[in-house]
Structure formats: C-alpha cells, structure tokens
C-alpha cells in the first residue's frame, strides 16, 4: 500500500500528459477500494478524470472506469457501478488488453445476481472461466473463483460449489487475495460450509481470515470481515450486530444483521430482537440495490410472523407482494419476456402471466411497460428517504488496534 501512495505521487518534472502517475493513482486507488476506504479512493480519482490532466491512452482510461465500477459496487451503488463496468469493459476490448477484463466482469458477475438477474450473473461466470483457463485472472485470482461460485450457487445450490470452495481454501494465494479484498466472502464461506454440514471448510474459513485480520489490524474491513465470520461460526448474535456495526460494505453490513437475526430467531424470547434485525437487513438490502437478498429476508420475515415474532407491517405496495410476485416483477421489470422470467424462475409462462395479473393490482399499474418504468421508483418508497450515513474511517483507530491485541 505504502509503495503504491508513492507511486501515485506525480515527478515534479514529468510531463502533465504522461500515463505513469495516472496508473499508479488508479492502482492506489483500487487497493484503498479493496480494504474499504472509498472515500480516499474517490479523492484519489476525482483529479484523474482525463479531462483534468489531459488525453490518456485509452488502456489507462479503461482502468480508471474500472476502478470507479469497484468503488460503486464497495459503495452498494449497482446501477452506476454497472455502468462504469460495461464502459470500461467496451474500452478495454477496443484497446485489446485483455488483462482487465475479469476486473469488469467480476462487477457485472456480482450485480446482476445480487439483483436477480442470474441469466446475466452466470453469462459473466463463464467469462470469469475462460478468464481461468486462459490465464488472465492472475491479479485477482480468488475473486474470480468465489463470484463464479456464487453465480452457480444462486441457480444450481451450495452442493454444486463445494468444490470450488474448497479449491479456494486449500490454495493460499487464492484465500489471502480474495478474503482481504472482499468483507462478504469469509462469511459467505462460513455459511455454505454449514449448509454442506462441512465443519472443516467453515473453520477454515474463520482460521485464514483471523490470521489475515491480526496481520492488517488497521484495516476494519479486514476486522469486521474477521468478527463476522467468528461471529456466524460461534452462532453469537451479539458478535454479529457488532461486526455490522464496523463494516463498511452495505451488502456485508445488511448480511451481519440477517446472520444476527437467524441465530437470534432460534430463541423464542429472542423472536421480537430477530424481526427488528431483519427489517434493518431489509432496508440496507434495499438500499444496496441486492433484489435477491430482499426477497429472502421478506420471506423470513413472513414466517417469524407465522411462528409468534412480532409482525412486518406493509408499509408499500411492494411489501404485499409474494416471494414469486417480488421475482417475477423485478425481472419484467428488467425487459424480460415471459418465457425468459419463467426460464429464470422454474414456472411456466402462464403461471408468470397469472402472476403478473396479481402484480399489477396490488401495484395499482395497468401493463408491463407501466411496471418496468415505475418499479424503481416504487422500490425507494419502500425504502423511505433517510439521512445517508456518514461514512466511517477505513483505518482502525491505534488504540482500537492495541484493544484487538
């Protein structure tokens, strides 16, 4: 990180068009991006536009879109990080340098499942394949591996990975690269080892991401990914909502809290805790634009409510809509057919015309075109307009460092 800052830093006597700087500023960039600090990241970038310090080449243009995709992505800003990612792919293409195209590819892999759209998730998947097999991952190697995994695992289940995962685990620059540069990844380890009922993938896990935490003890992205993980192994919900409280990624922030809830709702005086958790994962799911994890934690919510937990009042129109009417409306929403959302869904094109039907009442809207121009709007009414939070410092605080110790 040190070598890359100085790097980054501009040779009084250079040319102002000269590439160099540039590139060293976007890989700076990048590494502050992977350890949660988007806001320096960003300060980084917002001088590097081309049109402040001239024309650049278009290789180094197309590493800044990529850049500014991973910090919209960290950020949980789907829509413009896919934005920056299909720009920066294009351009990468057009120049030839193939060596940043998993970077892309790895942003679109992630976006498209977290918003339920897994026929463009597993399109990306199999290009994060070949990347494999061709040998052009190598700088991010683990995440490449661990986004494939998650595309094959939202469509086919946990058991059609368990190999990948363990190749993960079993290869040491695969682990540190991945488990340091993505706050998500040890816990999402843990929990599919304990869906497998593989007790040894899920230690291992919270074993490779201890170490990484007590060897970058400034860095809270790397602790909260550690506390979320130890957390989620132990089953201690009080760890969980803490290790949500220090991490900065939205998604992982909102997948803590869905944890806490889960360990929560298996105490029956716990049920009323549990609800409360969950309707702030589903906020901050929302917020994250993670469709799929919205429509998960909607349907826990509905069976505590069935079991005695305290009920989730429909606040929207959205709330009233089904786990199956929820899915079918964010892919139509997306321009899809019926043939194509049922492909995607595993129903019949009538049934999705059925649900379309039940869609449109209780979303008070009259066609399909109405629905996709008007299902991000109505999404945010659910949300609500909130404060933003401000940001926290992606370094540990020293004293905090030495508490950890």
């Known amino acids: 990180m040190g070598l890359a800052a100085a790097a980054s830093k501009p040779d009084p006597g250079d040319c102002p068009a000269r590439d160099a700087p540039l590139e060293a500023s976007i890989w700076y960039a990048t590494l502050l991006t992977r350890v949660g600090g988007l806001r320096p990241a960003t300060r980084l970038l917002v001088g590097e536009q081309p049109d402040a310090r001239g024309p650049h080449r278009p290789e180094a243009q197309a590493a800044l879109l990529m850049c500014e995709a991973e910090i919209y992505l960290a950020g949980g800003r789907l829509t413009e990080a896919v934005a920056a990612a299909d720009a920066g792919l294009r351009l990468a293409a057009q120049t030839g340098n193939r060596g940043l195209l998993p970077r892309g590819h790895v942003v679109m892999a992630v976006c498209s499942v977290r918003s339920l759209d897994l026929t463009t998730g597993l399109l990306y998947a199999n290009r994060l394949r070949d990347a494999a097999l061709l040998g052009q991952e190598n700088l991010i190697p683990g995440q490449c591996v661990w986004v494939a995994a998650q595309a094959l695992e939202a469509r086919d289940g946990v058991e059609s990975v368990a190999h990948l995962l363990k190749g993960i685990l079993h290869h040491d620059v695969l682990t540190r690269e991945l488990l340091v540069s993505q706050p998500a990844a040890a816990p999402w380890l843990v929990r599919a080892g304990q869906r497998l009922g593989d007790t040894d993938l899920a230690e291992c896990a919270v074993r490779a991401m201890h170490r990484l935490a007590l060897m970058n003890r400034s860095f809270r992205s790397v602790r909260a990914a550690a506390e979320h993980a130890t957390g989620l192994y132990a089953g201690d919900a009080d760890a969980l909502e803490a290790a949500s409280e220090r991490h900065l990624d939205p ?155």
């Open 251 to 405: 998604w992982a922030r909102a997948s803590a809290l869905e944890d806490a809830s889960r360990v929560r709702s298996a105490r029956v005086a716990e049920r009323g805790q549990a609800v409360d958790l969950l309707r702030r994962a589903a906020d901050a799911y929302l917020a994250a634009g993670a469709s799929r994890d919205l429509a998960r934690v909607q349907s826990r919510l509905r069976e505590l409510d069935d079991h005695g937990g305290r009920p989730a009042r429909s606040r929207t129109r959205v709330s009233r809509l089904t786990d199956t009417e929820f899915a079918v409306a964010e892919l139509v929403s997306q321009g899809l057919t019926n043939g194509r959302v049922g492909s995607q869904l595993y129903i019949s094109p009538h049934t999705v015309a059925f649900h379309l039907k039940k869609i449109f009442r209780k979303l008070d809207v009259t066609s399909r075109v109405e629905l996709a121009r008007s299902w991000n709007r109505i999404l945010v009414e659910e949300r609500g307009d909130r404060p933003g939070e401000p940001e926290k410092d992606f370094l540990t605080r020293p004293s905090m460092a030495r508490q950890a110790g």
